[in-house]
């Protein structure tokens, strides 16, 4: 069963605006309107029960001020909170701030913190655990906290339940910075004074979350219980957690239809396995609560490479591929097709942008109009390929590619490696065309401009500006854009930059995947914000 | 015994060598991989910028240069430091150790069930050679012997686990289930079950093959029937003159593929989500965990030497006409 969410709006931007801890439940009911039919969502949650959740592959550790990855998130959002959630349309919504204000000049942002709530090891939560993570923990240990955290000037607490963070310019998109991967509250009376990354508590997680940590067996599963104390009375609903340790994409998506386990997430399940699950009875599938990774998947190019420093021979690539094809036939339906940089659930988003449809004569044309001719065997041009290796989807998709290249005369080779072979290849420019997926963190300047910009132009670092792309008025556009703070010339000067990169193609957007939450019906609320799987679980409770 | 001794001291003077020559020529392959574990860090974390990566490559001790690198480690295998794996925080040989009894268990069990049966059946089949008996186990065999690992383990699962639902597809045990004592190890047993038939059919067949192959050469000798014209059952003919002849290659390949069986165990460990060192193993190539996939490496290595050594010492058991030098 493919369900679909509406995208719900619940206000006006935050700034200036109050929320009462009330509103988290108004957003849910709101969403659960859509989500579930109205009789179901009378239902009273019911208590108790084992959760059976898909993990893959094993997180390194579980400390998610540490480590981010996407696995570490399944499992340690239950453990650690930050300040705010977000709901499908990104608006902010209470966590461990029950109410906040952003002042006019957008420079100062004020959290007042919900009170009576208490660490796993019963210490109390208090502003100085916030101070303590934005200046000194993540600094140091968050690959995004610069980015992040770049106009922060400095973070006060004139109580122990408020916060002030002062900026030296507005930032809008400072707001959607405390999401829990980028902003977990890590407890201060642990790390203060500590070497972060070799405190002797890193193997037993303690954070304020609706779950404490039990037991890791490695290879095996990591098992959360219920926090009794935790400050949302009534919650969380189930008793514990199971997270199931699956290497093989063929068991995993066995394991979800004998239903040994109950919910999939992010890339567990391979999207040619997803129509075959949808059709069973006990198992739907869900695509919302991917909104702030928002991933968009593209051919990158290496523009150090001729012909491809030619905006017209990227044009020719992207006129030759049909990006409808592969939505239907390689992402099964799973996604949307991109017109540009931003992904359309993204802040910022435009359509008012040149759009590329398929059409292959145009791309031999534009090839011909750079003089370039076709050798002994009709190619235009030979280039190789780094297919991502991320599973079968993407080896699927570079064969797509290096086909409907062909056709236009554009030969392409694939070279095989492994993921750390590509991270590093791809880190060090020694690639031709390759393909990648970026999450954008809901907002261009936390996780889009990062590609596109001169500055960015780093060897040897991963999600840079890898290909080497430099223009100068995309760099004005994004920098001033970043801290422009009102509302319409910001709106204008993301257009504006939005209509260059189309045009001139650094990258060629193939889609905006759509990634297959995967669930047993008896488990309702299991997607109640942006963060999806990657929530608190809080108000997941288990049918029978 | 006095010769036993000298034989075994002998012979891990010289298991020492190789485990020397085995550490030093996979730390240079391992290293000859592109790619290294800050990278992989960084792009798992979806993003990162220099200093982080640096700050990684610092904590990891990837900023010496290679050879300072590969002596410091060498130099702490043989003083018994596996090292630290920095990834996941810990000690690699506490990694090792939690896992390995889970892989001993899986491959122990299939080795004794794929020799126990092969030998079972190939002397079934030797015995009714040329019947129809022979031919269905030949046929088993053959079958076994040519099914593709992964496969054979894919269809077990869709049979047993999809279809019958006798059985579990995945894990070690039934987690929160609270088991102890007997029902625990029948929970365990249970989800060995398929497993130990995908890692063991194909050593089943094989040692089916060459037992019956083995038989039916000694079968035919001199000392052979001279049993028999002595009046010797031929139940005792083929326990006790036969079998024992007949044994020795069967052993010598035992011995050899022990060390194969720890191989095979990755891809049944990730099949069937077995949490064994296989598993440990291939993750940490991925990731470009130096320490714990040459910690792998090191124990791999020490138990084939074992296997060998033992294999040898059983010789002399079975054949009292081979001595040990």
Known sequence: MMKSVGAQSHGNPASGRSWWAGATCAGLLAVGGVLVPALAAADEPRQGGTLNVILDPEPPMLILGLNQQSPTQVVATKIYESLLRYDFDLEPMPSLAREWEISDDGLTYTFHLQEGVTWHDGEPFTSHDVVFTATEFLPETHPRASSNFRQLEDVTAPDDHTVEFHLDEAYPAFILAFEVASFPIMPAHIYEGTDYNDNEMNDHPIGTGPFKYERWSRGDYVHLVANEDYWQEGKPHVDEIYFRLIPDAASRALALETEQVDISSYNNIEPFDVPRLEQLPHLEVVTEGYEIAAPLTWIEINHRVEPMDDPRFRQAMMYALDREFIRDNIFMGLGRIPTGPINSVTIEYSDDVHIYEHDPDRAVELMEEMGLERDGNGNFAQIEMLPLPYGETFIRLSEYIRESLGQVGIDVRLRSTDSAGWAQRVADWEYEITNNFVYQYGHPALGVSRTYICDNIRQGVLFTNTMGYCNERVDELFAEAAVENDEERRAAMYEEVQQILVDELPVLWLLEMEFPTIVNTRVRNHTTSAGGVADTFADLWIDE | ?325
Do not use: C
């Not at chain 2, 099914?147 to 999809?162: A, D, E, Q, R, Y």
């Not at chain 2, 095979?264 to 064994?276: D, H, K, N, R, Y």
């Open chain 2, 1 to 325: 015994m006095a010769k036993i001794g000298l034989f075994l001291a002998r012979r891990l003077v010289k298991a020492a060598i190789i485990l020397f020559f085995i550490v030093l020529i996979n730390f240079a392959l391992i290293r000859a991989a592109p790619g290294d574990p800050a990278a992989v860090m960084a792009g798992e974390a979806g993003a990162s910028d220099p200093q982080y990566v640096e700050l990684l490559r610092q904590r990891f001790g990837l900023d010496e240069p290679l050879h300072t690198q590969m002596w410091i480690y060498v130099s702490s295998v043989f003083q018994g430091d596996l090292g630290f794996s920095y990834r996941q925080g810990r000690f690699v040989s506490d990694l090792i150790l939690e896992r390995l009894p889970a892989t001993l268990l899986l491959t122990v069990t299939a080795f004794i069930f794929a020799l126990a049966m092969g030998v079972l059946l190939g002397t079934l089949a030797a015995m009714k050679v040329g019947r129809w008996a022979d031919t269905a186990i030949t046929t088993l065999a053959l079958v076994s012997y040519a099914t593709p690992l992964f496969w054979l383990g894919l269809m077990l699962i869709l049979l047993f686990s999809v279809h019958l639902g006798w059985l579990p597809s995945f894990g070690f045990e039934s987690v929160g289930a609270g088991h102890t004592g007997l029902a625990r190890v029948a929970d365990v047993a249970a989800h060995m079950v398929l497993p130990v038939l995908t890692l063991g059919l194909f050593y089943m067949a094989v040692y089916t093959r060459l037992t019956r192959s083995s038989i039916l050469e000694v079968h035919e000798m001199d000392f052979v029937k001279t049993a028999r014209a002595k009046g010797v059952t031929e139940g005792n003919v083929m326990m006790f003159h036969v079998l024992r002849n007949a044994i020795l290659p069967v052993i010598t390949f035992a011995g050899f593929q022990a060390g194969h069986l720890i191989g095979g165990s990755i891809l049944v460990e990730t099949v069937f989500a077995w949490p064994g060192i296989g598993r440990l193993a291939f993750n940490a190539l991925l990731q470009r965990d130096y320490q714990v996939l040459l910690g792998v490496f090191v124990v791999t290595s020490i138990l084939v030497l074992l296997f060998n050594i033992i294999t040898d010492l059983l010789y002399t058991v079975i054949d009292p006409r081979i001595e040990v030098e």
